[in-house]
Every structure is written in structure tokens, then in C-alpha cells.
């Protein structure tokens, strides 16, 4: 199974190599990748450039956002699976031939995900992710997430959706996971570490990541209950079925409880 694979690259060159030698060291897979810069300034074109001999596709024009190069990549993509990677962020070793591993032995997977890390702008890392389950009710009450970083899609499942939504400005993998999974799409879990989510201070998910974020899952909460959130009564509903979806995950309850006990 071919997996095509985008980087979406602006103004990040500091991480850019890794990220592109992260993807290109994936052995064990048929691998098409595709690189969308929209406008960097700070060198990452010259390293785009060093690279392109081992690309299949460069994209250098402007886009209207991360959510609009992907889907630009993704009018490119050839490739059964996809799975795209910031230029920040690592994907580690194997883990797309685990992922592709999975779907071949389960093909009505829409989606594979897995755990990671969560790594700082050196490269440390500050802890792990194990995902719960995913169901879209729980994901509207906060309770459900999935690593991008670690998770492959089905290209059919992705662009049956429509692919990002270009108006999201904080959480389009998410949203995009999301329609996949009300579309009907299965997902598939597994425990091993496939990515490093790298968090800086100029990285989406850092500073003044908080308020674009509230606004787009409101919109998502929405989209799922058909209604708007009524405060502390969701709250608490929230919080039962997050208790509720552990009580029915012992596996999830046994990799957490061995992660806090190690050093």
C-alpha cells in the first residue's frame, strides 16, 4: 500500500530536516512525498530544495492556511493511505509500516492512530500520549483526541469528507477525524509510540493557540449535538462519559498506569 505523505513548511526551518529525514528514513513502505511551503522566508526553501531529488511533489505557492496546503497535498496524493506531518513534528522510526501493517490485516479501517510524545523545542520530551478510544461524542465533550502525529488515514475515508476544513484555524486534523467518524469510518488503535508532537512558543498549539481553539470546538460540539453547549450540565455529563469510556478501556488504564510509574 502506497502511503502519500505531506509536510505543510512555513518559517520553520530550525526543524524542517528532521521532520523531512523523519519521513524519508521510513523504511519498509512505499512512500510518495509531497512538501507545501506558501512562502518561507528563514531558508526552508533552500532545504526544500536540497531535498527535492527525493520529493515527488513541491508545492511553493500561497494557500489560504495549514488546512488549505494540506488539502492541496492532498489533491497530489496517489497513495491508498495518507498521512501528513508538520515541519516541526518527527514521525518515528517504523511507524508508518506498523500502521500500513494494520490496515492490510483489517482493510475496512478508515484510520489508524497510535501513541506519542509530546517533545519540547529542544527535543525533549515532556510526556506521553496514550489516546482514548474514538467515538465523535465523546471527541465533542473533550474526551476523545487523536496524536496527528500518529495517526494514518484511509485517502478515500479523508476526501469522502472533503478533506480540511480551511476555515479552522486551530484543530482541522481533529475536525477532519471527527467527519470521518460520523461519516461511519472505522478506527483502528494501537499502543506503540508512532510520533513527537513538538509545543514552542511559535508552533499553532502554543501561544494564543487557546481562544481559536475554544471557538472551533464549539462550532465541532455543535456539529455533533446539534445544539449549544448548556454549561455546568455538560460539564458534568462530560465527565461521566469520560469516566464511563475508561471504565471500558482497561488496556488504555494499563499503559497510563505503567507510564506514571515510569522514571
Known amino acids: ?11 520553520q526551518a ?9 519521513v524519508l528514513g521510513q523504511v519498509g513502505v512505499d512512500l510518495e512525498y509531497i ?59 517504523g511507524a508508518l509500516a506498523t500502521a500500513v501493517a494494520r490496515f492490510e490485516a483489517e482493510p475496512d479501517l478508515a484510520v489508524v492512530y497510535g501513541a506519542g510524545r509530546i ?14 478510544r474514538m467515538h465523535p461524542l ?5 474526551r ?7 495517526a494514518v488515514l484511509r485517502t478515500s475515508a479523508l476526501r469522502a469528507v472533503g478533506g480540511f476544513n480551511i476555515e479552522n484555524r486551530s484543530c482541522w486534523d481533529g475536525e477532519a477525524f471527527l467527519e470521518v467518524a460520523l461519516a461511519g469510518g472505522r478506527f483502528g488503535r494501537i499502543f506503540d509510540d508512532l510520533g513527537l508532537f513538538r509545543i514552542h512558543s511559535q508552533s499553532i498549539s502554543g501561544a494564543g493557540a487557546g481562544e481559536r481553539f475554544r471557538r472551533d470546538h464549539e462550532r465541532l460540539f455543535r456539529r455533533v449535538t446539534g445544539r449549544e453547549r448548556r454549561g455546568w450540565t455538560d460539564e458534568v455529563c462530560g465527565a461521566a462519559l469520560g469516566l464511563a469510556s475508561l471504565a471500558l478501556d ?12 515510569r522514571p
Open 1 to 11: 500500500m502506497r502511503v502519500s505523505v505531506v509536510t505543510i513548511s512555513f518559517n
Open 14 to 22: 530550525q526543524y524542517l530536516e528532521e521532520a523531512l529525514d523523519s
Open 35 to 93: 512538501v507545501v511551503d506558501p512562502g518561507s522566508t528563514d531558508g526552508s526553501r533552500d532545504i526544500i530544495e536540497r531535498y527535492r531529488d527525493r520529493l515527488a511533489h513541491v508545492v511553493l505557492e500561497k494557500d489560504a492556511g495549514p488546512a488549505d496546503g494540506l488539502n492541496r497535498g492532498l489533491a497530489l496524493a496517489t497513495g491508498e493511505l495518507f498521512y501528513y506531518l508538520n515541519s516541526d513534528d518527527v514521525v518515528l522510526p
Open 119 to 132: 517533545i519540547d523545542e529542544d527535543g525533549r520530551v515532556k510526556r506521553r500520549i496514550v489516546p482514548p
Open 138 to 142: 465523546l471527541y465533542a465533550y473533550g
Open 144 to 150: 476523545a483526541f487523536i496524536l496527528q502525529q500518529a
Open 250 to 261: 482497561p488496556g488504555l488504564i494499563v499503559r497510563r498506569l505503567a507510564d506514571r510509574r
